[in-house]
């Protein structure tokens, strides 16, 4: 006879817990055709090389520049889109006399300098004659009054343009504007996040205003970060048609646009690949310096309006590069909105484990207690990692099981429980007043 025969032990390992959603881990939403699957996850550069990504494709520039950052996400994946986006960007000189024009299109330069009595019409077409397209794929028209670049559909391409007016605006004698179709980005977003909503935050490789704002949209119903940068001169400018402003009036919480000329640095996933490694409620969004990323020459009255869209910019302030000002079109700042989803989405998967590795949490103040112990440790790991204050010290009440009605008990639903918490904040901005006497 063994001992067991008289006293029989069983252990099970009750370890297993729902797994949260990734708050670190970003998507790059992309056009191509390397895999089958509609999401597929990435923890270096060498794994998308080996899928038949190219140095020149955008999913991996934007990689580039996410892991350019220290920190970087260990993870990251790449959505594929299915609808073949075609890009439109209008280019709009203005006239001076005796100057260069530059035009860049995928790193090469294109010039034509003006005579003395230049016109707009004179420059558009020596720089469509310069150009001697279409190259790569793109295509350079004039209508007499701008220069039309047009991409062949699904085709990706990086544009630039100068002068050499010393013009201290960084687009010099330029206006600039991305009128890019609907090319159902929004769709595919959607199902990409169907497929696998492992992730968090969210860049897309054609950034432009029609797309960017049904994008927007969808990030607000899917409650993921949707970082874009646009190179549209008229962020800068006092219109209401851009995307910021559309943004701003939709007062969209999900999105933070950010101006930016070079469209081929991926400022947008260079600001989303330095943030998100870091735990929620520990960073702020502001004074990022982004790794190979050109800060933007503006004036103070560009600053201001872009600053009024609740937009954000890439400037060089006190000899440093920084991002300013770190929020999102519906006037929160990112790091808050990214907490508070952290804070729901933990308290959701805490309270469901304890659900699902007890045989049974007991209607009694027994049971509640475990709830409330459960809710109070996830709101002091909130204090530890800095997204929330110690003082005022948050508070949990729960209500008395004598006290719950006979439908609720007999339904097994605990309606009352609350809490009440400060959230940390962090500095943006402060006065200090000094006196200094002999």
Known sequence: MALSDIVNVVISASTQAPTAPGFGVPLILGYHTKFAELVRYYTSLAGMTADGFAVSDPEYMAAVAMQGQNPAP?????????????????????????????????????SFTSDANATVKEIVEGLVAAFAGPHGGVTATEDDTKLILTGTSGTFFTWAVGDNSGNANSMGLWTAEDVSVDDHADDDLVACAAADSGWYAFVTTFQNKVNGALLATQAEALKKLFIVDVADTAVKGSGSS??????????????????????????????????????????????????????????????????????????????VNIVQEGWTGGNQFIDVVRFIDWLKANIQYD?????????????????????????????????????????????VTVPLV???????????????????????????????????SV
Not at 86 to 94: A, D, G
Not at 287 to 294: D, G, P, Q, R, V
Not at 360 to 382: F, N, T
Request: contains cysteine; proline residues 5%; charged residues 20%.
């Open 242 to 319: 851009d995307l910021a402003s559309l943004v701003e009036t939709a007062a969209q919480q999900y999105t933070a646009v950010c101006y930016h000329t070079d469209m081929s640095e991926f400022m947008c996933a260079a600001w989303l690949g330095n943030c998100l490694p870091r735990d929620p409620g520990s960073e702020t969004w502001k004074f990022k310096m982004l790794a190979s990323i050109s800060a933007d020459i503006l004036t103070e009255s560009e600053i201001g309006y872009i600053k009024g869209k609740h937009a954000n910019w890439y400037q060089s302030l006190g000899g």
């Open 402 to 436: 004598a006290n719950e009605s006979v439908a609720n008990r007999a339904n097994r639903v605990v309606p009352d429980i609350y809490f009440t918490a400060t959230l940390a904040g962090a500095i943006h901005s402060l006065t200090i007043n000094g006196v200094v």
């Open 74 to 110: 260990p993870r990251w994946c790449v959505g594929r889109r299915t609808h073949a986006p075609t890009k439109v960007i209008n280019l709009t000189p203005v006239a001076a006399n005796l100057i260069t024009y530059d035009l860049y299109v995928n790193g090469t330069k294109y």
């Open 351 to 395: 309270v469901y484990g304890i659900l699902v590795r007890n045989s049974k949490v007991p209607y009694k103040d027994g049971g509640v207690a475990l709830i409330e112990g459960s809710l109070r440790a996830r709101l002091k790991i909130g204090i530890k990692v800095g997204g929330l204050a110690e003082s005022p010290e948050p508070t």
